[in-house]
């Protein structure tokens, strides 16, 4: 276990790398391609609460002090809003591709405004938070 434990410590230290590499995103023309890094590394942390608490759980069996791991708590709490905003940045890029060729008689002003508004409220509410 003390061999896997130093493994996670070393995958932790890794996402708080590719988190470093994420936060220099200036170019929306690479929106898709840090919307799906982001959403990868998402999911990796994640699964790092998971792989957290199994731990803890077989440290509790063997009456061992249980791993905090609190530069993964940080770790998380920090990415979340640069989540957030290159999900809704995904979602509104992806919107706009349809909004832009589709007949004028076809859009609905209403369910792109509101989808517009669910953005904008998203965001502001998760990053202002932050930044």
Request: glycine share 0%; proline share 3%; no cysteine.
């Amino acid at each position: 276990m003390d061999e896997e434990k130093k493994v996670f410590e070393r995958d932790i230290t890794k996402f708080k790398s590719e988190f470093e590499k994420l936060k220099t995103f200036d170019d929306f023309n690479q929106v898709n391609e840090f919307a799906k890094i982001s959403n990868d590394l998402g999911t990796k942390l994640d699964s790092s609460k998971e792989k957290r608490a199994n731990y803890n759980e077989r440290e509790q069996l063997f009456n061992l002090p249980k791993s905090t791991y609190e530069n993964l708590d940080k770790l998380i709490e920090d990415f979340k809003p640069y989540w957030i905003l290159w999900e809704k940045a995904f979602i509104f890029d992806n919107s706009k591709d349809t909004w832009f060729t589709q007949p004028l008689v076809k859009l609905q002003p209403k369910k792109i405004l509101n989808e517009l508004e669910k953005i904008k409220k998203e965001i502001n509410k998760n990053l202002t938070q932050k930044f």
